[in-house]
């Protein structure tokens, strides 16, 4: 049931009428990895389009020196991948440093259209620009 009242896309944890499917993995408290693989954060939460019936974001927790973030990783990026003996979320396109200078949202269980797009542009922006090899040439 969509309500007009809420936003389309919000966190599970305040989204009781979805949940993820028994014969899927559970990304939640998993560990999120860099494209080198690299430990980088836990993923905290799942956030569904309502109106779509999908998974659109991963709020991941990141440990900084100024103290943990949340930050957003959108679904298409990422990947659930067996590492180490242990099922991992593996996100291609950024490296650890990239997540803690992620963008950040205002609201904790609501993601702007705005915030959407910084989001978005800063994560799909590593698949280009996140290593020194990426940026070059292919020839």
Same mark, same amino acid.
């Given at each position: 049931?969509?309500? &007009?009242?809420?936003?389309?896309?919000?966190?599970?944890? %305040?989204?009781?009428?979805?949940?993820?499917?028994?014969?899927?993995?559970?990304?939640?408290?998993m560990t999120v990895v860099d494209a080198d693989g =690299?430990?980088?954060?836990?993923? =905290? @939460?799942?956030?569904?389009?309502?109106s779509e019936h999908i998974f659109r974001y991963l709020?991941?927790?990141?440990?900084? @020196?100024?103290?943990?973030?949340?930050?957003? %990783?959108?679904?298409? !990026?990422?990947? %659930? =991948?067996? +590492?180490?003996?242990?099922?991992?979320?593996? =996100?291609?396109? !950024?490296?650890?440093?990239?997540f803690a200078t992620a963008p950040t949202l205002r609201?904790?269980? +609501? %993601?702007?259209?705005?915030?959407? &797009?910084?989001?978005?542009?800063?994560?799909?922006?590593? +698949? !280009?620009?996140?290593?020194? &090899?990426?940026?070059?040439? !292919?020839?």
């Open positions: 049931f969509y309500d &007009d009242a809420m936003p389309a896309i919000i966190p599970l944890r %305040i989204a009781p009428d979805f949940n993820v499917d028994d014969r899927d993995p559970d990304p939640r408290g =690299v430990a980088s954060g836990t993923c =905290v @939460d799942v956030w569904v389009d309502r709020e991941v927790a990141v440990a900084t @020196d100024a103290g943990e973030r949340r930050i957003m %990783i959108p679904v298409p !990026l990422m990947k %659930i =991948v067996e +590492q180490g003996g242990r099922q991992v979320v593996r =996100v291609r396109t !950024l490296l650890k440093k990239h609201k904790p269980d +609501q %993601i702007t259209l705005r915030e959407e &797009d910084m989001v978005s542009a800063y994560c799909a922006g590593g +698949q !280009l620009y996140a290593k020194p &090899d990426r940026a070059g040439p !292919l020839i």
